[in-house]
């Protein structure tokens, strides 16, 4: 796939994220949210997330947010877990680890 075909698929990727979190929101804006998915996973290869179901891309995004929301400043956040569908609308075979600073 060409690398412009990618990029595509990734920014269409992101708007499927954003919409599904205004339809969740009942057409609520969340301006912090949207930009925080943006920026979540801008820096990760278009090749690692183009093929990834868009509402466990949201889930990570916004159960990592939601974590972050908490930190006292100047403190930095981390935690493992193993995510359970049931428990963070998403699972994995893998260890996770999240930090906020």
Request: aromatic content about 8%; charged content about 35%.
């Amino acid at each position: 796939m060409q690398h412009y075909e990618k990029l595509r698929k990734k920014k269409a990727l992101f708007g499927k994220m954003a919409a599904m979190s205004r339809r969740q929101k009942k057409g609520k804006q969340d301006k912090a949210e949207t930009l925080f998915i943006g920026h979540y996973f801008d820096n990760v290869p278009t090749a690692d997330i183009i093929e990834k179901n868009p509402e466990t891309l949201l889930a990570i995004a916004r159960g990592h947010l939601e974590f972050g929301r908490s930190r006292l400043r100047g403190r930095p956040k981390v935690r493992v877990f193993n995510p359970t569908f049931k428990e963070h609308g998403w699972d994995s075979d893998h260890t996770v680890i999240e930090i906020v600073n």
